[in-house]
Structure formats: structure tokens, C-alpha cells
């Protein structure tokens, strides 16, 4: 596969939170946006952050920050676009896009979305990992995206389509499967507690 970019999205809203960047919380000494940061950058050929309103806060990081081009909080699928249409402009074919509050994904993430797409016959995947109650627990921040549906996404956006799942089915996305270790590698930071609790796994697999 050509040119891959990977995106962080961290626009949401974070309001279990109370608030401001979740992506700015410290684990472990560390901002969650500087390991998420540690672990995908080995995985792809740039980086860029998806983030709206000031971007002089993530300064200190280094990287390109691009808003959302949808009016109004439009979700994850509104940091892809912006995201497909930076990559666009830099000559890339694909994003791989991770969550900015998630700093235990795999370090293998783009390999396995890539495969999981290839094997599909397809050129988007999400990750996935198994569910005792569902059987699939599919991951929409993180996907393999390509550039060439990004007209496809700006019209759905722009039709009102939301949810992430929505779109790509339409697409036949791959579900790249991920095992459930003793932990879930794609825990998420939404609430006060779930810090601690990633202190805990933090000391425990670190």
C-alpha cells in the first residue's frame, strides 16, 4: 500500500469528562495524546491532529491540526473527512485514523486493518474485537479510510449520516479482528474514573 497518513481525532466534546482535552489528561507522567502519539507513529508515514477551536494548545506536539469542515459537532466521521482531505493534499492514498484517549491500542493496528481490507476484497476496515453478548464490538475510531470516498463522506455528512457504521457499510468495510488480551487493548478514557483505572493497567502491563 502507498503513502499512509495516520490521524488522531481528538474533537470530541469530552463532556463525561466535564470538559476541555481528554487527550491533555496525564497517565503515567504523560499526556494521553503523547502516547497515542509514541504508538502510531512507527505505524505510518506522518501524523496530523484532528482538533477544533485553538490550535496553538497542541503546540507543543508538532503536528499539522485540522478542523472539522462540518458545521456544528458533527463526530468522528467529520475528523475523517478533514483527515481524508489532508491527506488528499500530501499525495496520500489512505488514513489510519486512533482516538486521542485510548493509549493501550495495538502496535500492530495498520497492519491488521490493512490485512482485514485486502482479505475483504475492500479498501476500508474498522477494528473490531470479540463480544460475549454481541459477537463484534467494531471500534470506529480506528480504521484504515481511503481518499477516494472522501466526496462520497462529505455528501453523507452533509445528508446528516452520523454514526460511523452507517456510512461504511455502505462501503463494505472489513471488521479487522483484534483478541481481547487481559485487558481490552482499545479501553477508553471517558470519565474521571477511567484514569485510575488506566493507572492500574498501566502498572500492570508496563
Do not use: C
Not at 7 to 27: C, E, F, H, V, W
Not at 49 to 65: I, K, Q, W, Y
Request: glycine share 10%; no cysteine.
Amino acid at each position: 500500500m502507498t503513502k499512509l497518513l495516520g490521524i488522531i481525532l481528538a474533537g470530541g466534546q469530552a463532556t463525561r469528562m466535564g470538559g476541555g482535552d481528554k487527550g491533555m489528561l496525564r497517565l503515567g507522567g504523560q499526556t494521553l495524546l503523547t502516547r497515542v502519539i509514541e504508538r502510531l507513529e512507527p505505524q505510518v508515514a506522518g501524523m496530523a491532529l484532528n482538533a477544533n477551536g485553538d490550535s496553538m494548545r497542541f503546540a507543543e506536539f508538532g503536528l499539522p491540526v485540522l478542523p472539522d469542515s462540518i458545521d456544528g459537532y458533527a463526530g468522528p466521521l467529520a475528523g475523517v473527512l478533514a483527515g481524508l482531505d489532508f491527506a488528499a493534499e500530501q499525495g496520500a492514498e489512505h488514513i489510519v485514523t486512533a482516538a486521542a484517549d485510548t493509549p493501550f491500542f495495538p502496535q500492530d493496528l495498520v497492519e491488521v486493518l490493512q490485512l482485514a481490507a485486502k482479505l475483504e476484497g475492500t479498501n476500508i476496515a474498522l477494528a473490531a474485537t470479540p463480544d460475549p453478548e454481541r459477537g463484534t464490538l467494531r471500534q470506529p475510531t480506528f480504521g484504515l479510510w481511503p481518499v477516494v470516498l472522501r466526496e462520497d463522506l462529505r455528501a453523507a455528512l452533509n445528508d446528516g449520516v452520523r454514526k460511523v457504521v452507517q456510512w461504511t457499510s455502505r462501503h463494505n468495510a472489513a471488521d479487522a479482528m483484534f483478541p481481547n488480551w487481559d485487558y481490552d487493548p482499545f479501553f477508553n478514557i471517558n470519565r474521571p474514573g477511567d484514569l485510575q483505572k488506566a493507572e492500574a493497567m498501566l502498572a500492570e502491563h508496563s
